[in-house]
């Protein structure tokens, strides 16, 4: 399967400010010396040796993961705002079945929703598991005035809603799906994908450090072995006591888990909308040197960025 990232950040969009930008710059034009500028060569070299945070974006549309099965389907975990650009990729495609799931519905999982071009397309089924049963009622609510200006009933008639059973298998296609609750404000689920051998689990919003024993076991043999893990990294430690209860985690916490779960790459993911692309770059560095400093290093740990591809 290939994992697609449209939306990395948690909470709210986040888009860079000028200052941030301002920021970037400077620390470019910092960088440069004599050397780095004798010749065109030079020039591109000195580019290619920048800090990853300087050349790129973390991005700041919120929650959204596509992933593309082995058997042709198309998967969609969340519409925060991250899936409106998703709709020019499929814009044209005649007689397509998205399958979508939803983990929660906090406004950053659901607001990019009304702005999917294809859910108001006849050529499109939609597929929308979760284990809510009022799922349609509530993406409805977001689309009734004065909230929005296109109701709910201007969608295509092809969506069919399907409620899950935490903890049981379904099946589609060639890919089994199983999802698992978690500890957050109001609750959320995570999901794990199985194709070809292959273990893909999709854990946002989720507060480890407040879960009982028994719930972080739970976790850990859901998470067992997965090939990717992508899952709530949000805050610093120092913020995770100052916001207890919230929902989220840290990274260093999601390291613990990845160690003892046996987790082969883990993305740290729902980023802060605080944080700019150095802060999120410096966690990622403390989540790298934390795994080292325990000794257990079998894992690779990334930061999710939009646009971001993976191949499992
Ligand atoms: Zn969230
Ligand atoms: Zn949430």
Redesign the pocket.
Known sequence: MRIHFWGVR??LPTPMTSAQLRNKITAVVQRITPNDLVSEDARENFIQNLPEWLTSTIGGN??CIEINTDDNQIFVLDAGSGIREMSYKYFEEAETTIHMFFSHF?W??IMGFPFFAPVYDSNFTFHIYSPWPETMKILAAQMEPPYFPANFSTCTPNIHFHLLKPDMTIKIGEVSVMCKKMFHPGTSYSYKFIENNKQFVYA??VELTAASDEEKNDYKSFFANSDMLVLDSQYTIDELFDKPNWGHSTCCHGVDLAQECNIKRLFLF?HEPTYDDKKIHSLLKIARWYAESTGKTAFDIEAAKEGMDVIL
Request: charged content about 20%.
């Open positions: 948690g909470s919120t929650a906090h950053d999982h946002t919003d729902h």
